[in-house]
């Protein structure tokens, strides 16, 4: 399976953090990280971590500095970080496999993933009676025998669609990164938290079917 396209994303928008360290490679390959803004239709914006090499930077073309318009190209990956309460975090950030100045006046933000369910999909209602339908699919990398763990949240008559998937069922989806402001009370004090999950907009259910691949191995990540 040809990873590039199962797991792609583009994003046109403004950079609203400059670059910090993140981590260093085994090889010795530094990343940093930046946030950029991409506004939706409604006003409203998402603002996207990005994780992007030293050797891009290193290129000079752009400064990344805050208010800088780009389009990055480049895969959802995930990171699974440990908390001190024994409990595991699911990181979210956009890799970055390429960048460009932003050539359109609009800003832009679309994801196309192809994975496996992994675990039992959660369907409620709003008060309003607005179907939603929480999913966490698996998206492997066969080069590196590894998985990316993405939670996508679908709606409607996705939302009807999804409610019935299986661990294991193989579907491909289309949509776009967004980003919610939340506050988490822990020992009776507030933290304000972004949660990062992509919005659905269409969903292709294959018939291939896989079982013990994709289960979620030692510990529930605490979305």
């Known amino acids: 399976m040809d990873y590039e396209k199962t797991n792609s994303v583009y994003l046109s928008g403004t950079v609203s953090q400059s670059p910090q360290f993140s ?3 085994y090889g010795g390959e530094k990343f940093y990280m ?5 506004q939706r239709l409604s006003g409203n914006v998402d603002s996207i971590p990005i994780t992007i090499s030293e050797r891009l930077i290193a290129l000079g073309k752009f400064n990344f500095n805050v208010g800088e318009k780009l389009d990055i190209f480049g895969e959802y990956r995930s990171h699974n970080q440990d908390e001190k309460n024994g409990k595991s975090k699911l990181l979210l950030s956009v890799l970055c496999k390429d960048v460009a100045a932003k050539t359109d006046e609009h800003d832009a933000n679309s994801i196309e993933l192809t994975g496996y369910i992994c675990k039992p999909p959660i ?8 179907q939603i339908c929480d999913i966490l699919l698996a998206v492997n990398r066969p ?3 590894k998985s990316d763990y993405i939670p996508l949240i679908a709606w409607g008559r996705n939302a009807l669609l999804a409610k019935n998937f299986m661990v294991g069922d193989k579907i491909t989806i289309q949509g776009r990164i967004q980003s919610r402001n939340f506050t988490k009370i822990i020992d009776d004090i507030s933290y304000e938290k972004i949660a990062y999950e992509v919005s659905i907009q269409d ?3 294959y018939e291939e079917k896989i079982d013990a691949h994709i289960s979620l191995q030692e510990k529930e990540f605490g979305l």
């Open 203 to 205: 969903i292709t259910k």
């Open 143 to 145: 080069f590196f025998k």
């Open 23 to 25: 981590h260093t490679l």
């Open 123 to 130: 369907y409620r209602e709003t008060p309003f009676k607005r």
């Open 34 to 38: 930046f946030t950029l803004d991409v």
